[in-house]
């Protein structure tokens, strides 16, 4: 199983990007994908996730500014990020857990800058 994470760049502050993260299969099924990001020299924090059943939940400093969701017919899971702060500066990974089980994936990375 592989999550393939992209969508990363260079974004001036106040702008948007679109991560995405793929699947290798169809393993979306019975499944939470989220993302989370880890900036320099800091931990690895919760962005936000959503479920087979279509529960979101996000960290505090992204409500409102970020959106998450998911095309199970891609096997793919969107991150959408709007009005980027310089903080927001981070590699973003994603994760696939099982509601059910015990599977537990991660991608690798995809860095945003958020600066001008």
């Known amino acids: 199983v592989q999550l393939q994470a992209s969508g990363g760049g260079l974004v001036q502050p106040g702008g948007s990007l679109k991560l995405s993260c793929t699947a290798s299969g169809s393993i979306f099924s019975g499944s939470i994908v989220g993302w989370y990001r880890q900036a320099p020299g800091k931990q690895r924090d919760f962005v936000a996730s959503i479920s087979t059943h279509g529960s979101t939940s996000y960290g505090d400093s992204m409500k409102g500014r970020f959106t998450i969701s998911r095309d199970d017919t891609k096997n793919t899971v969107y991150l959408q990020m709007n009005k980027l702060k310089p903080e927001d500066t981070a590699v973003y990974f994603c994760?696939?857990?099982?509601?059910?089980?015990?599977?537990?994936?991660w991608g690798q990375g995809t860095l945003v800058t958020v600066s001008s």
């Open positions: 994760r696939l857990w099982g509601l059910y089980d015990t599977r537990d994936y």
